[in-house]
């Protein structure tokens, strides 16, 4: 039970401690990087939050009420879907994810998920019938390593959620 929590990939708490205990740089997809929630969350406010106006807050993404209702026009996760998803309580915490990244948006705006996971392994949590959102694919080219062949197939997916304009109530999501 306690190796099964240690690796909970769907909590930040298991990346806070993963973070300050392994050397940087530990970035998993396309090369940007933004290392630990809290510490970065804190930083980002610190440096910019009064100077652009912008707001960094940190928060579990399976429980956002801390957040209004359609009151954002972007929801952007790179490596969280996939993390949560491999994590302990993956469908519930996928379920409650994707309703939360619903409610938060405007209709008409978009939840943006960059993932390793193909189309056939993500698209039923992303396109369950409670989320009236319509979901694009699009495939982006995994850096080359050097020395490494290139491969057509070897790609990073970035699933466009749109949401519709009349999105439904609340109740039906969870
Ligand atoms: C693989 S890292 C990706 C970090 C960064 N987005 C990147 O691409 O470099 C996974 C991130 O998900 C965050 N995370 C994991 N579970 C979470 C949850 N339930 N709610 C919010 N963030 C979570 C962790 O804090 C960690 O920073």
């Not at 980002?44 to 100077?51: E, I, L, N, P, T």
């Not at 080359?144 to 519709?164: F, N, S």
Request: hydrophobic content about 40%.
């Amino acid at each position: 039970m306690a190796a099964a929590v240690e690796r909970d990939y769907g909590a930040a708490d298991y990346w806070e401690r993963r973070y300050y205990a392994e050397p940087p740089p530990l970035d998993l997809y396309l090369g940007y990087e933004d290392r630990a929630c809290r510490a970065l969350v804190a930083h980002m406010q610190h440096r910019y939050g009064a100077k652009d106006r912008l707001e960094y807050r940190e928060a579990d993404c399976r429980d956002l009420r801390a957040f209004d209702e359609c009151a954002y026009d972007l929801v952007l996760d790179k490596a969280l879907f996939d993390c949560v998803l491999c994590g302990s309580q993956n469908l519930s915490g996928v379920a409650l994810m994707t309703a939360e990244a619903f409610r938060v948006l405007k209709p008409g705006g978009a939840y943006v998920v960059v993932s390793h996971g193909a189309p056939q392994t993500r698209l039923g949590y992303l396109e369950r019938p409670a989320l009236d959102w319509r979901v694009s694919i699009v495939p982006v080219q995994k850096p080359r390593i050097a020395a490494e062949p290139q491969r057509a197939d070897d790609v990073y997916y970035v699933y466009v959620c749109r949401k519709a304009a009349r999105a439904p109530s609340e109740a039906s999501l969870y």
